[in-house]
């Protein structure tokens, strides 16, 4: 029987055993697969952060923990899992499922965007506006490495530095945007920050620029006592002394 099949909720998701998790994100893929081969829209990114979506949905505990996807071109397997897997061919059509997220499509959909650059900047606000709530909830920021080179990311993240906010930034490092990246910045992105660590942690995906406090490395991986699904996940990571940020994130080779 279909695992895909029987999730309309994260809350299903989290019923999943962990060893089914691989099963579920093949079956995600072939999913995006088939529809986006009879509908158009974005492949090689939505099948490049499958893992990580399963990963976040499992840990996360959302709709109250908030995940911005920056561009959200991104988004099919976070909106397989929410919810819209049944509607799902109506893709990209009128009156269907938009191809981006859609904050009245969807309570799972925390901010409507289309270009890249702009998402850094949205989580920034939301855990501003958390925090001044007195709430507790986390709040997740997912970049591809093309939207580091975006002068409104850089900005955000310098932002995030000074303000010592309790957010992630997940960085899923595929060295690809639209197509292959290019450019000064992004080479120095790959050559400084790619250097592959293998980290023997149980946790999620561990993609992140993580604003710490005391500017040391965080360890707060964001997730419930208990659960894991990152074995032996391969990782990278470095510090930004004087910033307030703490980076480390997943390869394109992370499994769950």
């Not at 920021?141 to 900005?155: F, I, K, N, R």
């Not at 309790?166 to 490092?173: A, H, Y």
């Not at 920050?193 to 406090?213: K, N």
């Not at 074995?231 to 992370?254: I, N, P, Y």
Request: net charge positive; hydrophobic share 35%; proline share 3%.
């Amino acid at each position: 029987m279909s695992i895909l099949k029987t999730i309309d909720s994260p809350a299903d998701l989290k019923r999943v055993p962990v060893g089914q998790l691989p099963v579920l994100a093949e079956e995600i893929r072939e999913q995006i697969v088939s529809v986006t081969s009879a509908v158009g829209g974005h492949v090689a990114s939505n099948l490049g952060v499958v893992e990580l979506t399963v990963g976040l949905h499992y840990l996360l505990d959302t709709p109250k923990d908030k995940i911005v996807w920056d561009t959200s071109n991104q988004a099919y397997a976070h909106k397989l899992l929410t919810g819209r897997r049944e509607h799902f061919r109506t893709l990209r059509q009128y009156g269907g499922l938009s191809g981006f997220c859609k904050r009245e499509e969807s309570i799972y959909d925390t901010f409507n965007a289309g270009h890249a650059g702009t998402g850094v900047s949205a989580a920034i606000g939301m855990a501003v506006a958390r925090d001044l709530a007195e709430q507790h909830h986390k709040v997740v920021c997912v970049v591809g490495d093309g939207a580091m080179t975006s002068g409104m990311t850089l900005e955000a993240m310098q932002h995030v530095g000074s303000l010592q906010k309790d957010l992630l930034v997940i960085l899923n490092d595929n060295q690809m945007s639209i197509s292959r990246n290019v450019g000064s910045l992004s080479a120095y992105l790959n050559r400084t920050f790619t250097g592959r660590v293998r980290h023997p942690y149980s946790g999620g995906s561990q993609a992140s620029a993580q604003s710490d406090p005391a500017g040391r490395r965080s360890t707060d991986k964001a997730r419930p006592p208990g659960r894991g699904i990152g074995q032996g996940a391969r990782s990278s990571g470095s510090s930004l002394r004087g910033t307030g940020l703490s980076l480390c994130w997943a390869d394109r080779r992370t499994q769950l």
